[in-house]
C-alpha cells in the first residue's frame, strides 16, 4: 500500500484517512516526491519541453560519449 502525506517535525500528516487502528505499529519507507538536486530526473524535468531540437540532439550526443570506454558504448 502506498499512502502520501507531509513530514511535520517527527509526524507525517496523510493526505487521507489510514485503515489501521490506533497505536498499531508500522514500518514507514520514506521515498521523497520531488526529485533530488541535480539529479538526472529533476535535470529532465526542468530541460523537458524547453530545449530545441538542436539543443536535445547536443545533449544526447554529451551523454552517448560519456556512456562510452575506449569507443566501446556501455
Known amino acids: ?8 517535525g517527527n ?5 487521507e484517512r489510514l485503515p489501521f487502528q ?10 521523497s516526491t520531488f526529485p533530488r538536486k ?4 529533476a535535470w ?3 530541460f523537458a ?6 539543443e536535445a540532439a547536443l ?5 552517448q560519449r560519456c556512456r562510452q570506454i575506449d569507443g566501446a558504448t556501455i
Not at 509526524?11 to 493526505?15: L, Q, Y
Not at 545533449?59 to 551523454?63: C, E, I, N, S, T
Open 59 to 63: 545533449v544526447l550526443a554529451g551523454a
Open 38 to 41: 541535480g539529479s538526472p530526473q
Open 11 to 15: 509526524t507525517i500528516r496523510f493526505e
Open 1 to 8: 500500500m502506498t499512502y502520501t502525506g507531509t513530514i511535520h
Open 49 to 54: 519541453g524547453s530545449a530545441s531540437a538542436d
Open 22 to 31: 490506533e497505536g498499531l505499529h508500522v514500518e514507514v519507507n520514506i521515498v
Open 44 to 46: 529532465l524535468e526542468l
